[in-house]
């Protein structure tokens, strides 16, 4: 360290600009001393040149009650003449700042002052006391020569960041600052393909938003390809850092070298910077706080040979998270967004399936308002002025698709296939000079894909593609011309090697599949690559243009008939061939043998992308297995989905069955009333059934009442999914069923005797109070609601199980319900001498700290209203207050110190500012 120091003093003092040392030495103190933070740097005008002024810095700051005068004097003057700058009788710098000082003093605008003296070389110390000596016993004088600016240059993480800056010596420890600006690069490197001038605001944002800040560990975004996924993370991240905050991109290959989270930031920031330290993954993580922890985005883990090696890494991460359940420590530090395509096969391993969908949310397509947005805005950028049926028009020739709006250069009559295609022949128009034609590039990128699809490699890295072209040049030149532009094709640099990457999957498997057309149309594609299913996907999408190869494809791979059933471009003739094939398939005598699993499985994943009338059919022919659930019910089959609720009520958060039948309701329109007919449907069984009221529980239309009614009188039967299916569906309307079965739970009774237990059950709480709660907190209709307080305070034998319920939903009308719920039992215990637990467990519901949730700003702002009211009585707000203080903010806790005034609240002020003490780093005076 010691030939460092020496090296950053020397560079100090060959600095030769005045203006160059002012702007160093300013940010030097400003970081090292809080106390200069704020400090104003008047020595410069707006060109960066020096100006005459007394002194070169100047701050006035509130210190304990009183204001404090900082005055700054910078110099690069050569030791010899340092007395004389600083001591001259009549233009010394501590002359001058002494008069400015003792002016100030005098007429009580301050009450200390500081000079602080930089120089670019270290003074003897003689002069070092004949200075303190000039300036008297009214200015404290801070010195900051050139060993001690060094010394922070060196030493300190914000100092070896400004020394990099200045002096081009790359900083070994991480700190804010050059964790910010890796940040802006990691960003700007994740390239979706919209500008970011052309992206458009949508509702996905704030629901990322939302789900980063409430995901502990690691979050998956889950969607097709093309969705949105990468360029909503990047708006998120872009919105996280101009908040302040820490946000890196992490590819996968870091992801799988990496056995720690600290591990793979490192590895990201050294991709960056190498010269950091294997320390600054943690140090970044120091850098965190709780209202801004650093957030981590990982590239699409399908870029990976082995995204569930991935996935299972990140679910690892996350359990260690939540596992140690320390708010205040490294659990707080990160969040970690993925974005997994939804026919990844992490998604169809049961193991990891169920710990990905509990921390996930699903991106589906454009609303349709949305796409009308979107095509307006990216229309006028290219030039062309849509009315808005024009939008709407083309937002339905390209099926609401961010990828397709995305990619369309053509605003007359674009199509899927036509989009792509226009965006890649529009760069390499772009690309082409007289040197290298558009026609030579072409053939360039057509010779590489076709040379992939031969190789069975995707990702080749660069050596590979030079081996491949090793005796035409001329190709080479154009993949590097192509390379350079980035639109088409780049080289990632990770992982020690360039790999081949793609600006988007869509594109890539564009180039791949002209590359299978032009490979079977010229015969080249081997029998055994026919049955490869490396090329199931790329055989199917070429099927359209190449009608005559159906039969083949049949013989030699029939799961590329799945794939190619997904092609919009297929002509109708076409698509029955292609049925009528894939149906022979079905009832060949190898299909139901375990031989073929694989097969079957690929073709069902193939199926669950499918919009069509000839889905359900053609899944139905398949042996039963889970992922037979998503084709059937997203083509609308009110029975498939009633069976896979059978497995999942009201107490289930799921959201793929959420995202399925909201895609039923939305294109189905016979969805609700086939849902009707089953529930009427007298011959079906329990399990069945009890799944149709589970379902119709979800969904919560009216319309269902009057099927539900009916059934309702034939089989009076009260179940768990009777009461979420009628409180969901009749309220809003008023139906008469929820009193009946209101009814029929009030006559349940409390305390049944079971021989053989240790303990009696009580069927009145048994049948719902562990499911509806969180069904009602899930789906919180406010009609629905409002039934369950009025029927609350009518009914004495349910009140108790109504408030419980009530308890969990976050509204104001029924969590101030729960508060006076609350009241009056506290009344009453006080009273007996008793004790309830509704209260401990309402408290823990709302609090954060202890698992549960935080309570919405509108919910709080009511309970506010109450604690704050004197005029109200004392269990109310003793009440309101207790739930509104599980999530008080900074503000809120330094404005508590007054209420332990109140006679009511004091006790309560107090515990809630020393808890918060405890578990947040926050001051509570």
């Not at 120091?5 to 103190?29: I, N």
């Not at 020096?50 to 004097?73: E, F, K, N, T």
């Not at 092609?567 to 049925?579: A, E, F, N, V």
């Amino acid at each position: 360290m010691s030939s460092l120091v020496a090296q950053t003093r020397k560079k100090l003092g060959e600095l030769t600009s005045p203006e160059e040392f002012e702007l160093l030495v300013t940010a030097v103190l400003r970081a090292a001393d809080p106390d200069y933070a704020s400090l104003i740097h008047v020595g410069l005008n707006d060109a960066g040149r020096a100006i005459v002024s007394p002194i070169d810095g100047i701050d006035i700051r509130v210190y304990r009650g009183g204001r404090r005068l900082l005055l700054v004097q910078h110099t690069i003057t050569a030791r010899k003449d340092l007395r004389r700058k600083w001591l001259d009788d009549q233009r010394g710098d501590v002359t001058k700042a002494r008069a400015i000082s003792e002016k100030e003093l005098a007429r009580g605008a301050v009450c200390e002052a500081t000079l602080v003296l930089t120089c670019a070389t270290d003074p003897d110390q003689e002069l070092i006391r004949d200075a303190n000596a000039a300036a008297g016993k009214d200015l404290r004088i801070d010195f900051w020569t050139a060993s001690r600016i060094a010394d922070f240059l060196d030493r300190n993480p914000e100092g070896q960041w400004l020394r990099e800056q200045y002096f081009g010596t790359p900083a070994s420890r991480l700190s804010a600052s050059q964790a910010r600006t890796i940040s802006r690069q990691s960003l700007d490197e994740y390239l979706p393909l919209v500008d970011r001038a052309d992206m458009i605001p949508r509702a996905l944002d704030d629901v990322l938003d939302r789900f980063a800040r409430e995901t502990l560990g690691a979050g998956f975004i889950i969607g097709e390809s093309g969705l949105g996924k990468s360029a909503g993370l990047r708006r998120l991240g872009d919105a996280w850092h101009a908040s302040g905050g820490i946000v890196f991109v992490l590819s996968h290959m870091w992801v799988e070298q990496a056995s720690r989270i600290e591990q793979a930031i490192t590895l990201a920031l050294r991709h960056w910077s190498p010269s950091l330290d294997l320390s600054s993954g943690s140090m970044t993580l120091s850098l965190a706080t709780p209202a801004m922890p650093v957030l981590l985005i990982v590239e699409d883990v399908n870029q990976s040979s082995n995204p569930n090696r991935i996935i299972e890494r990140l679910l690892g991460w996350s359990a260690m998270v939540k596992a140690t359940g320390d708010t205040a420590g490294s659990t707080q530090q990160w969040r970690l967004l993925c974005p997994v395509w939804r026919g990844n096969a992490g998604l169809s391993d049961m193991r990891l399936r169920d710990r990905v969908v509990q921390s996930s949310i699903v991106v589906d397509r454009f609303e349709r308002a949305e796409s009308v947005e979107a095509i307006g805005a990216r229309a006028l950028a290219a030039g062309a002025e849509l009315t808005k049926l024009q939008c709407d028009d083309l937002a339905r020739a390209l099926g609401d698709d961010p990828l397709l709006i995305g990619l369309n250069q053509n605003w007359e009559s674009p199509g899927a296939h036509d989009a792509i295609q226009s965006y890649v022949t529009a760069n390499i128009n772009e690309a082409a000079d007289d040197r290298l034609l558009a026609s030579d590039l072409r053939h360039a990128l057509d010779a590489l894909a076709e040379k992939v699809v031969e190789e069975r490699t995707i990702f080749p890295d660069w050596q590979q593609i030079r081996r491949w072209f090793s005796n035409d040049q001329d190709i080479v030149a154009a993949l590097r011309r192509l390379i350079d532009q980035t639109r088409i094709v780049r080289l990632g640099a990770e992982g020690g090697g360039d790999t081949l990457a793609y600006r988007h999957d869509r594109v890539r498997d564009y180039l791949l599949t002209q590359a299978m057309v032009r490979l079977i149309s010229s015969d080249r594609l081997r029998d055994d690559m026919w049955a490869d299913p490396f090329y199931t996907e790329l055989i199917g999408a070429a099927l359209a243009a190449l009608p005559t190869a159906i039969d083949r494809a049949a013989r030699f791979n029939p799961v590329a008939l799945f794939a190619a059933l997904q092609d919009s471009r297929l002509t109708t003739t076409q698509r029955q061939q292609i049925l009528d094939l894939a149906q022979d398939w079905t009832t060949s005598v190898a299909f139901n043998t375990d031989r073929i699993e694989q097969q079957r499985h690929h073709a069902m994943r193939c199926l669950a992308r499918i919009d069509g009338d000839f889905v359900i059919p053609l899944a139905r022919r398949f042996p039963f297995s889970l992922l037979q659930y998503e084709p059937l019910i997203r083509n609308g089959s009110a029975n498939a989905a009633a069976a896979y609720c059978a497995n999942s009520g009201a107490v289930t958060r799921d959201s793929w069955r959420d995202r399925m039948i909201a895609h039923a309701l939305s294109r189905h329109p016979q969805f609700l009333s086939d849902l009707a007919s089953l529930i009427s449907d007298a011959f079906l069984s329990e399990k069945h059934f009890e799944g149709a009221l589970n379902l119709a529980g979800e969904i919560g239309d009216p319309v269902l009442c009057d099927a539900l009614a009916v059934r309702w009188s034939k089989t009076p039967s009260l179940t768990e999914g009777w009461l979420w299916a009628g409180l969901r569906c009749c309220p809003p309307i008023g139906h008469p069923l929820a009193d009946a079965l209101c009814d029929a739970w009030a006559k349940l009774p409390t305390k049944v005797r079971h021989s053989g237990r240790n303990h009696d059950s009580n069927p009145r709480s048994d049948i719902a109070l562990h499911s509806l709660p969180f069904g009602f907190a899930r789906k919180p209709e406010p009609s629905a609601v409002a039934f369950l307080i009025t029927r609350a305070k009518q009914d004495r034998a349910l009140c108790g199980s109504l408030s419980w319920i009530l308890s969990h939903v976050d509204l104001p009308e029924a969590v101030l319900f729960a508060a006076q719920f609350e009241a009056r039992l506290s009344r009453r215990a006080e009273k007996t001498g008793g004790f309830y637990s509704f209260s401990m467990r309402l408290e823990r519901q709302w609090s954060p700290d202890q698992r549960g949730r935080a309570l919405s700003a509108k919910s709080r702002t009511a309970l506010e209203l109450v604690w704050r009211n004197r005029r109200r009585n004392a269990y109310d707000r003793k009440a309101a207050f207790n739930i509104w203080r599980q999530t008080p903010t900074r503000d809120e806790l330094a404005s508590l110190a007054a209420l332990e005034a109140d006679p009511v609240l004091a006790d309560a002020a107090l515990r809630t500012r020393l808890c918060a003490a405890r578990i947040r780093p926050w001051p509570i005076a």
